[in-house]
């Protein structure tokens, strides 16, 4: 089994590298775990590679909010110190410091 440590943590602001969007992580996979279809979508020649963290995002862009499954290597942190403006982050997130939303619940 391969053990993989997420870079990102709940509730921290990230950004894409490639594409104009950036989200608040809600869920952490250690390793791909979508569907062949939703991987197979992906031009070849960017797909990322399996083994490695990817990220639930409640996401925004210029034009709407959504959910996004993101490659740990497509992201990097956010230092704009801007809050996300999803309409679904008070239901998982308290207030915003520093980069980083409080969570509104324990891990186990």
């Known amino acids: ?17 490639k594409h104009p969007f950036r989200g608040v992580v809600f869920d952490v996979d250690p ?29 925004e862009n210029d034009q709407s909010f959504y959910v996004a499954y993101v490659s740990e290597q497509n992201l990097v942190a ?5 809050p996300v403006d999803h309409p679904d982050i008070p239901d998982l997130f308290g207030a915003f410091h520093d980069g980083s939303y409080e969570l509104h619940f ?3």
């Open 106 to 108: 324990q891990m186990n």
């Open 31 to 59: 390793q791909f775990s979508n569907t062949d279809e939703w991987y197979e979508a992906i031009p070849e020649e960017s797909r990322p590679k399996k083994q490695q963290p990817f990220y639930h995002l409640l996401a």
């Open 78 to 82: 956010d230092y704009s110190g801007e």
């Open 1 to 17: 089994m391969i053990r993989q440590r997420a870079k990102y943590h709940l509730g921290q602001v990230v950004r894409h590298r």
